[in-house]
């Protein structure tokens, strides 16, 4: 049974199928969720992004991440050419449902990719039950 089908579920909604280089240009960050025996793991890209820049709440059993990123010309140096925006914000939101341990969660961020990792909860878990 494939515990994640929620989560995904919100994702392909919010996605909406839509071009996935349209919904990658905007504000929503791509994301892929994988899920092992005892935990998701959401990986987004957040190019750009400092650390101090992200914002990752969860509340009500709705994990949160914010981001922003603007773009600085080094001392020296003048802006000939500007394709990227100067200032971007990154917002994209999960709907883990009870599957999920929420006070477990842990994130890193590392070359400007985000892992996120959420264990399963208890209750979700397959277990054995004894024959007595």
Do not use: W, Y
């Amino acid at each position: 049974m494939n515990t994640a089908f929620p989560m995904t579920q919100v994702i392909n909604a919010a996605m909406n199928h839509r071009d996935a280089n349209q919904f990658a240009c905007g504000r929503s960050p791509r994301a892929d969720v994988m899920e092992g025996a005892t935990e998701f793991r959401v990986t987004l890209d957040l190019p750009g992004v400092k650390q101090e820049d992200l914002d990752i709440s969860l509340e009500n059993m709705t994990l949160s991440v914010k981001a922003k990123r603007e773009t600085e010309v080094p001392e020296g140096f003048a802006l000939v050419r500007h394709e990227r925006a100067a200032k971007a914000d990154f917002e994209r939101t999960f709907n883990l449902g009870n599957g999920v341990d929420g006070s477990s969660i842990e994130a890193t961020f590392e070359n400007g990719v985000l892992m996120l990792t959420l264990p399963k909860s208890k209750q979700s878990l397959p277990r054995r039950i004894e024959v007595k």
